[in-house]
């Protein structure tokens, strides 16, 4: 079975791959002191809770958290007898190379996103992602991942609101039911909420002018089904896009490797 891992700056997602469907997906914060024997207990422990079987043969890792790349791999060597691939180093592979300006690093969930919403829809595609930020990721005609937008993420924009004014509260993020809040609390969410909305639509339509073409727009990452409740401009809403890149790029570099 594969195992898929994708390091957030927030979480870390684990996700077991048998070949035809996950069989489980564990997800914990992102902490880069954790050891390759504490991620073991922690997977393992859950692994047997939901009585999934531990047979890793092979994994592949994401992490915009370069930190955490070491003890993840320790970990695959230690307790898998696997070596991972990881997303963004020269030995990983992509079907279609990002076009981007020389020198520019990429974030390997922005390659990943890229590699699974092309998969699934085709090229000319806009990929909003809510994560820590929140990012736009436009692939091309032909799937290559072209560049996009970096904004700041809804939390983010929430904990700095509160940190840069003392008298406001910590909110949630949720859809309210009016625009016009009727008290504090109230009123930042829908600064928040209808806020982000509206930044997405309106990037979103930017993108498209600038590229002067129809494109299909995928959300992704955990508040997406929320927005998704506050606009149409969606296509699709994902919650699985990365761990489906993931297993696409791995199964991508073991063809290669049989050619």
């Not at 390659?111 to 000319?124: C, I, K, Q, S």
């Not at 560049?147 to 929430?158: K, Y």
Request: with cysteine; aromatic share 8%; charged share 20%.
């Amino acid at each position: 079975m594969l195992l898929c891992i994708d390091c957030g700056n927030t979480n870390t997602v684990f996700s077991v791959w048998d070949g035809t469907r996950f069989r489980c997906t564990l997800r914990t914060s992102t902490e880069h002191q954790r050891t390759a024997d504490q991620y073991f207990v922690w997977f393992k422990t859950l692994m047997d809770h939901h009585k999934v079987p531990i047979e890793i043969d092979a994994a592949i890792i994401s992490s915009t958290v370069p930190r955490v790349v070491f003890n993840l791999r320790v970990l695959c060597d230690r307790y898998f007898n696997c070596r991972p691939l990881v997303v963004g180093k020269p030995d990983c592979a992509l079907p279609v190379a990002p076009r981007v300006d020389q020198g520019t690093t990429v974030g390997p969930d922005r390659l990943v996103n890229t590699v699974a919403g092309v998969d699934r829809h085709g090229g000319d595609l806009i990929i909003v992602d809510f994560g820590t930020a929140t990012t736009f990721d436009v692939a091309d005609t032909d799937g290559a991942y072209i560049g996009g937008v970096i904004a700041p993420g809804v939390n983010l924009s929430l904990e700095a609101l509160h940190m840069a004014a003392a008298a406001l509260p910590h909110v949630d993020v949720t859809k309210p039911q009016k625009v016009i809040g009727t008290n504090t609390v109230a009123c930042m969410q829908a600064g928040i909420y209808w806020g982000y909305v509206g930044l997405v639509e309106g990037i979103v339509r930017q993108i498209r002018a600038e590229r002067g073409r129809p494109m299909k727009v995928i959300a992704t990452g955990g508040l997406a089904p929320l927005f998704g409740q506050g606009t149409e401009i969606f296509d699709s809403v994902e919650d699985d896009l990365t761990m489906h890149g993931l297993v696409l790029i791995h199964r991508y570099n073991r063809e290669l490797e049989r050619q």
